[in-house]
């Protein structure tokens, strides 16, 4: 049974930072690329960063570039998300997803997705 289970999220300020979490279980983590999605309030889900099966090569939406970072490691069936100078907009559930093969930025593409961790960012 595949597990993808997000934590980390939180409340904090503007400016602030959180690192988020997804430890993954039941699949060959090695071999499937990983990415952060999230869905705010009455708006639809969007990708915000993916991550290829060795860490080589990660992309990110624009309005996440310079303040956000994916990373994994494949020791721990583990993939991250560091978030910094957080803005309001920010606010979203945030969800970690995988899927065999090369990245992707479609969530069609994915397979497999987490339960999701609220990430709330105060003006």
């Known amino acids: 049974q595949v597990q993808l289970v997000e934590s980390g999220g939180g409340l904090v300020q503007a400016g602030g930072s959180l690192r988020l979490s997804c430890a993954v279980s039941?699949?060959?983590?090695?071999?499937?690329?990983m990415g952060w999605f999230r869905q705010a309030p009455g708006k639809e889900r969007e990708f915000v960063a993916a991550?290829?099966?060795?860490?080589?090569?990660?992309y990110y939406t624009d309005s996440v570039k310079g303040r956000f970072t994916i990373s994994r490691d494949n020791a721990k069936n583990t993939v991250y998300l560091q978030m910094d100078s957080l803005k309001p907009e920010d606010t979203a559930v945030y969800y970690c997803?995988?899927?065999?093969?090369?990245?992707?930025?479609?969530?069609?593409?994915?397979?497999?997705w987490g339960q999701g961790t609220q990430v709330t960012v105060s003006s």
């Open positions: 039941g699949l060959t983590f090695s071999t499937s690329s």
């Open positions: 991550i290829s099966r060795k860490g080589s090569s990660t």
């Open positions: 997803g995988a899927k065999v093969g090369a990245t992707a930025q479609q969530q069609n593409y994915y397979n497999y």
